[in-house]
């Protein structure tokens, strides 16, 4: 099959694009990883640590305010313990949906029913002078509550720190992962890169130096390119152009040849016809001489 160097150049960065998106991917994926887990220990068991101190802070303000009340002799704030009272309760069922360690949502049904009696006892008691006997059990209920919520604050944050350490190991794994694998991929290029280059700088030169050697009227340079791309082709013109440039040469040889041939046979006929000449100016000489002779003879 013949491939163009325009194919082979963009199935070329085809390869890195596909290597690029690889490494996208895999990072991606164990980022997308981490990052749940993250935002299960932020939705899950931070949030239950916080509704866990505001329903603590609640009943802080609750005991104050009857301790308050008793000590003053005067009638409980029943706007105050009202509010209160609506804070703690929603923070509470807000957490009842957001249970996820095991054991939680027992912990969470024992503060409901202790809060649901420690809040009936306290809106009875609103309108009438408290006893001393009602700010004990007041009391003692919402130690109770502070202690279960206090359990439950320590287990989600136990759990904060298990989910935090597993999302350390897992971003450690992703890490070496990524390295690995980017390393493996950048190997790849890499070696992908060089021989590429070396193709196209191979035959550039070979190229170039069958070119510079033409120049140099050296026409029996010759390429030889493997392969079926325009590097073949431009071998074979090359090829072609070379014999033929060298064919042209050899024929101001052979016409020098014929015509220093020709001019020695015409410089020889040339001396004949000469001495020819000379041969037939002498006789002429002889006649007139053999003439003259007689002439003196006579008059003798």
Do not use: W
Not at 4 to 29: C, D, E, P, W, Y
Not at 270 to 289: C, G, M, T
Request: glycine share 4%; aromatic share 10%; hydrophobic share 40%.
């Amino acid at each position: 099959m013949k491939l163009s160097i325009r194919t082979k150049f963009g199935l070329g960065m085809i390869f890195i694009f596909l290597i690029i998106v690889v490494l996208i991917g895999f990072s991606g994926f164990y980022l997308n990883k981490l990052s749940n887990k993250t935002s299960a220990i932020l939705k899950e068991n931070y949030l239950s640590v916080v509704y866990a101190r505001e329903m603590t802070d609640g009943l802080s303000k609750i005991n104050q305010e009857v301790t308050s009340a008793f000590l003053e002799k005067r009638k409980f704030d029943k706007l105050l313990l009202s509010q209160e009272l609506e804070q703690v309760n929603r923070s509470l069922q807000i957490e009842k949906n957001n249970l996820t360690e095991s054991g939680e949502d027992k912990l969470v049904g024992n503060i409901e029913s202790v809060f649901v009696a420690y809040r009936d006892s306290i809106m009875k008691s609103v309108n009438s002078a408290s006893t001393a006997e009602q700010i004990n059990y007041f009391q003692k209920k919402q130690g109770i509550l502070t202690a279960q919520l206090l359990l439950l604050s320590q287990m989600n944050g136990k759990a904060i720190e298990t989910k935090t350490d597993d999302a350390k190991i897992s971003s450690k794994n992703a890490l070496t992962g990524i390295t690995i694998l980017g390393s493996f991929c950048f190997l790849i290029a890499l070696s992908f890169i060089y021989s590429f280059a070396s193709y196209f700088n191979e035959r550039f030169s070979q190229l170039y130096n069958g070119i510079k050697e033409i120049v140099a009227s050296n026409y029996g340079q010759r390429l030889y390119f493997d392969g079926v791309d325009e590097f073949s082709d431009i071998s074979v013109l090359f090829n072609k152009m070379a014999e033929k440039l060298n064919g042209e040469r050899t024929r101001p040889d052979e016409l020098t040849l014929d015509f220093s041939e020709t001019t020695e046979k015409d410089e020889e006929q040339s001396n004949i016809e000469e001495l020819n000449n000379l041969l037939i100016r002498i006789k002429n000489i002889e006649k007139q001489a053999e003439e003259i002779i007689s002439k003196v003879e006579s008059k003798n």
